[in-house]
């Protein structure tokens, strides 16, 4: 159980497009998704927090409107990197915390290549 | 939350225990201690969290000590696939938003 997918796995896109990724909790519902970001023998570091069918919380500067999260359902969140810049490449990592409990599953990240 | 400090490498054998000390001086009484493993390119995976008693569960062995300023993570039998990076992370129940802060880790690299 506690099973966290992200499609996709890695994705190469153009200077100026914009990117989707996808977070699905795969066997719980997830009332509060987070979203992180690692940069090459970096940690991981908070980007947003996501509640279920409210607005997300951004970290101190992180762009909201460049980094678009969406989390429409208790199984599902999305990020948009929107007009992508190589400085975006990074891997990108949702978790997901089931509601009542505290413990948190990763999703086995995706990888973004900005050209 | 309390701030972490864990050594940036270390080196263990295959199939010997490999202790991981991670220390959290400034820890308060509402905080347990999380430990996460990261191995190349994938997303962390949880291994074990405790408050004060000693933890086990079939990844690791927790221990914490009695002033709960530091702990170990102990791998009984390492093997090549434990080779990533041991994240230990220290949280308050009382997190509003239950996220987690990630510190640098311990690479630990086991060889054959």
């Known amino acids: 159980g506690a099973v966290v997918s992200q499609h996709p796995s890695w994705v190469i896109c153009k200077s100026g497009t914009s990117v989707k990724i996808e977070c699905r909790s795969l066997d719980f519902q997830a009332t509060t998704m987070f979203w992180y970001r690692q940069f090459p023998k970096q940690s991981l570091m908070l980007m947003a927090t996501?509640?279920?069918?409210?607005?997300?919380?951004?970290e101190q500067g992180v762009e909201k409107d460049k980094f678009l999260i969406n989390h429409a359902s208790l199984t599902l969140s999305t990020l948009t990197v929107t007009s992508a810049h190589p400085e975006d490449s990074s891997f990108y990592i949702c978790s997901a915390r089931e509601k009542g409990y505290n413990e948190q599953f990763f999703g086995p990240g995706t990888r973004l290549t900005v050209l | 939350d309390a701030k972490t400090t864990q050594p940036p490498s270390m080196d263990c054998a295959e199939g010997r225990a490999a202790n991981l000390p991670c220390n959290h001086s400034t820890i308060s009484g509402n905080e347990y201690v999380y430990w996460y493993r990261q191995i190349h390119s994938q997303g962390p995976q949880y291994i074990i969290h405790g408050l004060k008693n000693n933890e086990t569960n079939e990844m690791a062995s927790l221990i914490i000590t009695e002033d709960r300023k530091s702990s170990t993570l102990i791998l009984p039998h390492a093997t090549l696939r434990d080779t990533a990076v041991y994240y230990c992370i220290v949280r308050s129940t009382n997190n509003a938003g239950n996220m987690l802060t990630f510190g640098g880790g311990t690479r630990l690299m086991v060889k054959p």
């Open positions: 996501s509640n279920e069918g409210s607005k997300a919380t951004y």
